[in-house]
């Protein structure tokens, strides 16, 4: 059973950093077609596509995180990673993990795309 798992959330600053990671359990991801994603809600909002990486690297971005956030994929780890810089308030939110078995993403990741989710890791930056 495919199992994803969110950490690396956490409290910080405006202007900090952050480092998420997705962990992934009963599937090998680079033996997959895959369509990978980060999302994110708060409280009151529908959820938000934040990031997607393919097998095959390619990378798309929500607005929010354009120029600011990095997904990103290593070689040999069943993991993804999404890199936060220069967060702000606006940035707070629970983060979630969602996995698609294709080979590409949509144009635009809606959450109906993707049939597995992590718990979430929650993001909470201060003014």
């Known amino acids: 059973q495919v199992q994803l798992v969110e950490s690396g959330g956490g409290s910080v600053r405006a202007g900090g950093s952050l480092t998420l990671t997705c962990s992934a359990s009963?599937?090998?991801?680079?033996?997959?077609?895959?369509?990978l994603a980060w999302f994110r809600q708060a409280p009151g909002k529908e959820r938000q596509g934040v990031a997607t990486?393919?097998?095959?690297?390619?990378?798309t971005y929500g607005d929010p995180a354009k120029g600011r956030f990095t997904i990103a994929k290593t070689n040999g780890e069943n993991a993804i990673y999404l890199q936060l810089d220069s967060l702000n308030h606006e940035d707070t939110a629970m983060y979630y993990c969602?996995?698609?078995?294709?080979?590409?993403?949509?144009?635009?990741?809606?959450?109906?795309?993707?049939?597995?989710w992590g718990q979430g890791t929650q993001v909470t930056v201060s003014s």
């Open positions: 009963g599937i090998v991801i680079e033996l997959n077609s895959y369509c």
């Open positions: 990486i393919d097998d095959s690297r390619r990378t």
């Open positions: 969602a996995l698609r078995r294709a080979s590409r993403c949509p144009a635009v990741a809606g959450a109906a795309d993707f049939t597995y």
